[in-house]
C-alpha cells in the first residue's frame, strides 16, 4: 500500500468514527472546502479522487493529533516535519499550567447553550481553549479577548451550529441585524436565527431544522426576549484521546 492510499484509509476512519457531518467538520477545522474532503476519500482509480498532499496531511495532523498516530499516523517518522507551518486556529491548552503561545489567547468556555429547546443560563467556565488571534481578528472581523466562548447543544441548528460546537459570541443585547443570535425567551437560554417578517414586522425566531419559525409580537418582545449576544461564528472541537 503506498502512502496516498494509506492516508485516504486513515482519512476514512477519521470521518467514520466521527459520525454525521464529519465532512464539513474536518473542513472547517483544517479550512478547506468539504468537497475537496470528499474527494480525498475517493480511491485515485475513482472519477474525482485527489491525492492527499505534505501541506494537507500536516494540516490534519496538527488538528487531529491523538487520532492521526501509529497505524493512523499520515507521515512515516523519517519524514514529519520537525515545525509545522499549519498552526492550528483553535486548540484545547495542552496545559492549563503553560501559557498560550505566541499569537494566541486563552478562552473561557462557559456553560452549554442550546440549540435546541433550551435550558436555563448557567455561567459557569467547563474549558478553556486557545485561540490564534490573527485568525479570528481575519475570519470574524473580531478582537478574540472580547468575545465570550459557549458550547452549543442540541440539533435545531444542525447545518450551521452543530451539537457540541464552539460559539464565539459577541457579547450585546440588541438586535441589530438579521442573525444568529444567543437569546433568552421566557426565561430559557437559547441559540437561534433571529429576523424580522416582511409581512407582519414581528420577530421571526427560527431554527434549521425544518421547524416552523416562532413568531413573536413586537409588543411582546420586551417582556419576552432578551438578547445575550450574537455568534460570530463556531467551531467543532472533538478529542479522541
Not at 19 to 37: C, D, L, N, T
Not at 187 to 192: M, P, S
Amino acid at each position: 500500500m503506498d502512502k496516498f492510499e494509506k492516508r485516504r484509509q486513515a482519512l476514512r476512519a477519521l470521518v467514520d468514527s466521527m459520525g454525521r457531518g464529519a465532512i464539513a467538520s474536518v473542513a472547517k477545522q483544517i479550512g478547506i472546502e468539504p468537497s475537496y474532503v470528499s474527494r480525498l476519500l475517493y480511491s485515485e482509480d475513482k472519477k474525482g479522487g485527489k491525492r492527499m498532499g505534505e501541506d494537507t496531511a500536516t494540516a490534519l495532523s496538527k488538528a487531529f493529533p491523538s487520532f492521526f498516530i501509529g497505524e493512523n499516523a499520515l507521515f512515516d517518522d523519517a519524514v514529519l516535519p520537525a515545525t509545522p507551518a499549519y498552526a492550528p486556529p483553535v486548540a484545547p491548552p495542552l496545559s492549563s499550567d503553560i501559557d498560550p503561545a505566541e499569537g494566541y489567547a486563552r478562552l473561557p468556555v462557559l456553560a452549554e447553550a442550546a440549540a435546541g429547546h433550551g435550558k436555563y443560563p448557567a455561567q459557569e467556565v467547563v474549558q478553556h481553549i486557545d485561540v490564534l488571534e490573527s485568525y479570528v481578528r481575519q475570519r470574524l472581523h473580531a478582537n478574540p479577548r472580547t468575545l465570550k466562548v459557549l458550547t452549543a447543544r442540541g440539533s435545531s441548528m444542525t447545518g450551521v451550529i452543530e451539537d457540541g460546537d464552539i460559539m464565539f459570541v459577541q457579547p450585546t443585547n440588541e438586535f441589530t441585524d438579521d442573525g444568529i443570535y444567543i437569546l433568552t425567551l421566557d426565561d430559557l437560554i437559547r441559540v437561534k436565527r433571529l429576523s424580522v417578517s416582511m409581512t407582519t414586522g414581528n420577530v421571526l425566531i427560527e431554527s434549521n431544522d425544518g421547524r416552523k419559525a416562532e413568531e413573536l409580537p413586537l409588543k411582546e418582545v420586551p417582556h419576552r426576549l432578551h438578547i445575550q449576544g450574537r455568534v460570530l461564528g463556531s467551531w467543532s472541537l472533538r478529542s479522541f484521546a
